[in-house]
Structure formats: C-alpha cells, structure tokens
C-alpha cells in the first residue's frame, strides 16, 4: 500500500555477532543481514511480505525484524501490534534521506536497500549488493547478575560519528485473527515483532562493554530480544537514525 503513491527508502546496516547469556549461550555465526519491514494488519497488500518474514526469519544468516505501523488503522482495522513509536522511525528515515517516501509493506536491507517486502528474489538481490563483505562493529552479549553486558569491538572501518545502543525486544512468533477491514477473515503470522526500543547507551568507536539492567530486554509478551548499534546524524527534527552498525540476538531469560 503506498500512501500519495509515496514511496519510503530507509537507511539500516547491520551486524550480529554472537550471544553469550549468563547460563552460556553459545556465540553464533555472523548474519551477513539485518532486515526491517514495515507492515500493518490493515494493509491489503501486507501478508506476502509478512509471510516472507516469517521465512526469511530461519535463516541464521539474517536478523528479521516485523515493525507494524499505525497509519492504516483508519481503514477499519486497528493493528494489535503497531506502535506510533514505529511509523514515527519510518518517518524519520525518511527526512534523514531527504525524500519523505513512506509506504508498506517495505523491507530495509543493511540501510543501503529498500523493496517491496513480498518479492523474495530482490530480497536476496539487494542483500548481496549491499552486503558483500563483513560488519564494521562485533556485537556479543553476557547476562549476569540481573544485567546485560553488551561487549563492542570494531571489526572495521566503522563509523566515525556518534551511534547509539538499543535493545529491543521481541516476540519470537505472533499469529492475528483479522476480523475487519481488508484483511478480514485471515489469520496474520508475523516473525521477530518488535515490541519496544530502549535506548542504552552511546559508542564512540572504541571497543568497550555498555552495561543495561536485563529489565531492558523485557516487555509484555517478548521472549527474546535484538541488540542494534546505529549510526546518527543531526538533522532539522533532532538526530535522524542512520546505518547500523552492528547487531546481535539474545533469548529472554526469567
């Protein structure tokens, strides 16, 4: 569905580099990719992407994350999972690109790539165009005494301007029953949804340990959680999210 037939390219990079909790998990393989979409229970067009999602959420050379916006609401349908706090970072990656092109459902790829997220071999098209080679940040995380260790380590040439640290949670696998508007009568399945962004800390480039309370990594109905280094850049709204530069997954714990 594309509102004014506007279209949105939003900017994310990404890594993830291993997870180590306090009962020992075991670092994993590097993701050559981090994926964003963009979708709404109220968007016709919607569930190919949503679908794809759940497929492409297999791979453990990707982290693919499900951000359900609110726009569509009006159509007679409200998203039990959006969040304003979603289609406002849509939003603002937008203004950080200058173009103001927003629309779903939209796949992010590695914040050098965007598409229409049902069509699978573009998917795979833009992730090899824009993510040829390694990350600039190593992302690895401890659970320990009631906090998150969240270890950081250039790997590369890594940005050299200010990121921030989020943790976000999500929920593993999320099913809907649609019981109005276009999507009536279907039964909606959404992988990795994201249910907050807490931000906490900043990286200045240098390989340091940010510490969080694990309180950061909880939210209702979440049982895991993703760790993103972005990238930010000043802008006429405040500071407008840039690539991420690394990125690493985490299981909840009790």
């Excluded at 759940?54 to 039990?80: C, F, Q, R, S």
């Excluded at 049902?118 to 401890?142: C, Q, W, Y």
């Excluded at 260790?149 to 200010?162: M, T, V």
């Amino acid at each position: 569905m594309v509102p004014g037939k506007r279209l949105l390219a939003v900017t994310i990079a990404a890594l993830s580099f291993g997870v180590a909790a306090g009962h020992a998990q075991t670092p994993g393989k590097q993701p050559r990719a981090l994926l964003e979409l963009f979708t709404s229970q109220g968007c016709s067009s919607c569930p190919p992407a949503d679908a794809l999602v759940v497929e492409l959420a297999k791979d453990p050379d990707l982290i693919a994350l499900t951000l359900p916006v609110t726009y569509w609401d009006y159509l007679g349908w409200k998203d039990t999972l959006g969040k304003d706090s979603f289609a406002k970072r849509q939003k603002f990656y937008a203004k950080a690109r200058g173009d103001g092109q927003v629309y779903t459902p939209q796949l992010v790829v590695n914040g050098a790539g965007h598409l229409v997220g049902s069509d699978k071999s573009e998917v795979e098209k833009t992730i090899r165009h824009v993510a040829p080679g390694g990350f600039p940040v190593r992302v690895g995380l401890r659970e320990e005494n009631g906090n998150l260790e969240i270890r950081l380590a250039p790997a590369g040439e890594a940005a050299q301007h200010p990121a921030g640290v989020w943790v976000l949670p999500t929920t593993h696998l999320a099913s809907v029953p649609v019981t109005r508007g276009e999507n009536q009568g279907k039964t909606l399945s959404y992988a990795n949804v994201v249910r907050g962004m807490v931000r906490v800390g900043d990286w200045d480039g240098k390989e340091t340990t940010i510490t969080a309370p694990l309180s950061a990594t909880r939210a209702p109905e979440a049982d895991g959680y993703v760790v993103v280094v972005q990238a930010e850049q000043p802008g006429k709204y405040g500071m407008m999210p840039g690539p991420i530069l690394g990125a690493a997954r985490g299981r909840a714990t009790p």
